[in-house]
């Protein structure tokens, strides 16, 4: 057998080969180990009823209620369909400092009721009549 320069020898090539056809097959097959951690037995789901969990908009909403005006926050999307503005002017008013005080809680950023209302006032604009 003749081998051109760059060839594999047989043997070399047949392991590269079996390597190969090995990793497709396992791309092939789903992995077995998370799924039995995603499906839960079958017993269990027909024996232990599911109970609904009240969702986490509810929550805040009921939350938001309950607090007196001067402790209210909203979020960029309430403030931006309060001003009729898209979020991402937000964004812009926040990064060059031109719009409402802010504040972040966490890594969101919240608008409070009161600051909002102030920056409202500063922006009026009377004509004379």
């Known amino acids: 057998m003749i081998r051109l320069p760059g060839e594999l020898p047989a043997s070399a090539a047949q392991r590269l ?7 497709a097959q396992a791309m092939t097959e789903p992995p077995k180990v998370i799924l ?10 027909v024996t232990e009823p ?17 607090a007196p ?12 369909e309060r001003l009729g503005k898209p979020v991402g002017t937000l964004k812009r008013w926040r990064r060059t400092r031109t719009g409402p005080p802010f504040m ?11 600051d909002v209302e102030a ?11």
């Open 17 to 23: 080969l079996d390597q190969l056809m090995a990793v």
């Open 36 to 45: 039995a951690r995603i499906e839960p037995p079958v017993a269990q789901a």
């Open 50 to 66: 599911v109970q609904a969990k009240a969702a986490p908009t509810a929550k805040r909403a009921a939350k938001a209620k309950a």
């Open 69 to 80: 005006p001067s402790v209210r926050h909203l979020t960029p999307e309430q403030l931006a």
């Open 104 to 114: 972040h809680v966490g890594r969101d950023v919240r608008y409070r009721l009161t």
């Open 119 to 129: 920056w409202e006032k500063t922006r009026l604009v009377t004509t004379a009549a």
